[in-house]
């Protein structure tokens, strides 16, 4: 099928057809997912009604948690699509048009075309990659620019004495630096692990000249501290503190509530990047076939791998997308086994046909299962096996179903199944057919399985924000946190600034200080008491899960219960109530 090309030309056009048909059609048809969706997205908008660009809000405060660049390009797109979904989502849609185009480039130059027109259709087939392009989360981007900084330090110590020299330390530095604006200090310390253990594994060897250093130095000091910089010359510089101690916390402390075991990321990696997880483990073996920059590549993307994945499995922080710039190097490691293997320079192993079965029967059970949910439903009710009062709410949302959902995970056993036993008889073309069975799976789930999800997960809630919304109230959440207070709940700008709440925070100044607060970074804390206390001139929504509702009526005897549904419970306050 390469044979029809001519040019590059032709191919990038393909690529970017075919990008922009899986990634961007539909991707505004189901609300933001609380909380990092629907966080940066409100930092956006919130951007935009301030018409302040060069600082990051939330409840249009300082929001120090995060750089502005991602925002910036959420800002633009809402700019050009209006607020809602699509355009929130947009930005990644474009990053994954645009990395597979690079992954294109890229793997022509380690290898040649037809290994980079797979290692495309691998990284678009695989599924934690494909998902994180339909999203509004920092990661496609920040992965990139970590890739584009790490793919100039693999050129530039291949040949570190050679022509490009300036060139490869300048990208590199420049790349590192907009991933420092996209996701903070992180971006340094994922790339400094990967050249420290990679100058390592090279036995010390030089691996530069301190004239390219410093023109790495200056390149990315010169873009990635723009920001802070400016931040600084305007007096933020509590902002800047404030952002550094995050991070360090993030790596610390188990924040959000996300913790895990330490094998938490082998896990996500394993059945988060199927099919390619399967192929990534054929590739330990040395190949004597491979080129001496194939060789200077290939290691260079097994240290990113293990440098990614071993400091997120220290970390106690675990979410699913900290491991998401391993998806890189494992894509990569993946197309290279499929490549050895066509050759027979690999085999086939028992235990990897077996692991195989294995992980499509899970996968396909999980599938048929979510598909048969109608007909469970009742049952995992009834049954006691579901602990939480609030879940067992959530699946009480009526949802309508067709009833032939769980085709999809009879579809994916089987054809997955068939594409193994012939994989397994050295049919590789099957290895093709495996990966088409992915990428089908994944876009029958987002467009019927996903949507069901969200409505019984969040639709209650931010169908209700919407109302509030609609009607000029103030909304807030309890004992809960939730970022589509402000983002559907369309929080305003006046009501950081109304009088009355200005008023009450004077007031209660002196007691929040002995507790430690401070408005500047705990505004939602200030004004969710100004609404549940304070003198309000417009009716103050409030959303609970169902496990609150009886402490909530005790504590807060001023509201009125409105109603509840789906695991939520919603109240109003009204003016002059007390």
């Not at 189901?30 to 990092?36: G, H, N, S, T, V």
């Not at 930005?91 to 380690?110: D, E, Q, W």
């Not at 330990?284 to 290691?299: A, C, G, I, N, P």
């Not at 700008?493 to 002196?510: A, I, Q, W």
Request: hydrophobic fraction near 50%.
């Amino acid at each position: 099928m390469f044979k029809i090309f001519n040019s590059d030309l032709k191919i990038y056009i393909l690529i970017t057809i075919f990008g922009s048909l899986l990634y961007i059609p539909f991707i505004g048809n189901i609300p933001l997912f609380d909380w990092d969706e629907i966080n940066f997205a409100e930092c956006a908008r919130e951007m935009l009604l301030s018409k302040n660009y060069s600082d990051v809000q939330l409840y249009f405060q300082p929001f120090w948690e995060k750089p502005p660049l991602f925002i910036w390009l959420q800002a633009l797109s809402m700019n050009l699509f209006g607020i809602n979904e699509f355009a929130a989502r947009f930005p990644n849609a474009l990053c994954g048009v645009i990395t597979l185009l690079i992954l294109y480039r890229v793997g022509k130059i380690s290898n040649d075309v037809k290994f980079g027109m797979t290692w495309v259709f691998v990284y678009a087939a695989t599924l934690l990659p494909h998902l994180f392009f339909k999203s509004g989360i920092i990661d496609p981007w920040f992965n990139l620019f970590i890739f584009l900084a790490v793919f100039n330090l693999i050129k530039h110590t291949y040949n570190p004495i050679g022509k490009d020299g300036y060139k490869t330390s300048i990208s590199a530095g420049f790349f590192l630096g907009l991933a420092l604006l996209t996701k903070g200090p992180v971006a340094l310390l994922l790339v400094g692990l990967s050249v420290i253990i990679f100058f390592i594994y090279n036995k010390l060897k030089k691996i530069s000249k301190f004239k390219y250093l410093l023109a790495f130095t200056i390149s990315f000091l010169a873009t990635g501290l723009s920001w802070f910089i400016v931040e600084l010359i305007k007096g933020n510089g509590h902002v800047i503190v404030e952002f550094i101690n995050y991070q360090i916390r993030l790596l610390k402390t188990e924040d959000s509530d996300h913790g895990g075991p330490f094998i938490y990321h082998f896990v996500v990696l394993l059945f988060g990047c199927f099919p390619s997880s399967l192929f990534f483990l054929l590739a330990f073996k040395k190949q004597d076939s491979d080129s001496r920059f194939q060789l200077h590549f290939k290691h260079w993307m097994f240290v990113l791998f293990w440098v990614v994945l071993l400091l997120f499995s220290i970390v106690q922080t675990k979410i699913i997308h900290y491991s998401s710039l391993c998806y890189f190097p494992l894509t990569y490691i993946a197309t290279y086994s499929i490549t050895k293997l066509k050759l027979g320079s690999v085999k086939w192993t028992i235990a990897l046909n077996a692991l195989s079965y294995f992980v499509v029967f899970i996968f396909g059970i999980a599938f048929i299962a979510i598909g048969l949910f109608p007909y469970l439903k009742d049952f995992l009710i009834n049954s006691n096996l579901i602990d939480d009062v609030f879940a067992i709410e959530n699946l009480k949302a009526k949802v309508s179903w067709s009833g032939f959902e769980f085709l999809i995970g009879l579809f994916f056993i089987v054809l997955g199944f068939i594409s193994i036993f012939n994989i397994n008889n050295r049919k590789y073309k099957f290895i093709h057919v495996l990966f088409a069975c992915s990428l089908i799976t994944i876009e029958a789930l987002l467009m019927f399985i996903v949507p069901k999800i969200e409505k019984y997960t969040q639709h209650s809630a931010i169908n209700f924000y919407k109302i509030c919304s609609k009607n000029n109230y103030s909304i807030e959440s309890l004992r809960f946190k939730s970022y589509g207070t402000l983002f559907y709940g369309r929080f305003q700008l006046e009501n950081k600034n109304d009088e009355n709440f200005l008023k009450y925070t004077k007031e209660h100044e002196e007691e929040n200080k002995k507790l430690g607060l401070n408005i500047k970074f705990s505004f939602s804390r200030f004004y969710t008491d100004y609404l549940l206390g304070g003198k309000i001139t417009k009716p103050a929504c409030f959303v609970s899960k169902i496990n609150e509702f009886e402490n909530l009526k005790q504590i807060y005897p001023s509201l009125k219960v409105l109603y509840q549904e789906n695991g939520f419970c919603y109240f109003v306050r009204l003016p002059n109530s007390n």
